[in-house]
């Protein structure tokens, strides 16, 4: 598990989309409408979701951190049975009061390298220390 600096960037790695993921993401928070299986896209939160699946495998987080605010721009479609890079960098980190901050910029970019989703997320994590 690896330990984020302030400033550093990192490649999270890669995610093929399969209709059969976009398919269980759509079931899994009740979304019927058809839109993103007419337009053959995935929908923004599935590929944010997907980034933080890929982070959470190599980042050491403690007990008791908490997700508490997130930021999402898509810029384009990411078409099912594309390739995805996720690129993440730590844009701030600081403590206080016994709790980390760390704000997390990331961005999707497919097989060209163009970014098609960007977002920031604030990670708390508490730190052991007393406030």
């Known amino acids: 598990m690896e330990t984020l600096t302030q400033g550093q960037g990192l490649t ?3 995610w093929d989309v399969r ?3 976009v398919e269980a993401y759509l079931a899994a928070v009740g979304d ?3 839109l993103y299986r007419q337009a053959g896209a995935a ?4 590929v944010v979701a997907r980034a933080f699946s ?3 495998q190599r980042l050491s987080l403690p007990p008791g951190s908490v997700h508490s605010a997130q930021e999402v721009e898509s810029l384009a479609p990411v078409p099912v049975g594309s390739r995805v890079t996720f690129s993440l960098r730590v844009a701030q980190q600081s403590k206080r009061a016994g709790w980390q901050f760390m704000t997390l910029e990331l961005a999707a970019h497919d097989a060209a390298g163009s970014v098609l989703l960007r977002g920031k997320s604030t990670v708390m994590s508490p730190t052991g220390e007393q406030a």
């Open 43 to 46: 929908p923004p939160l599935a």
């Open 54 to 56: 890929l982070l959470l």
């Open 12 to 14: 999270l790695g890669t």
């Open 19 to 21: 209709p059969e993921e």
């Open 32 to 34: 019927l409408a058809p």
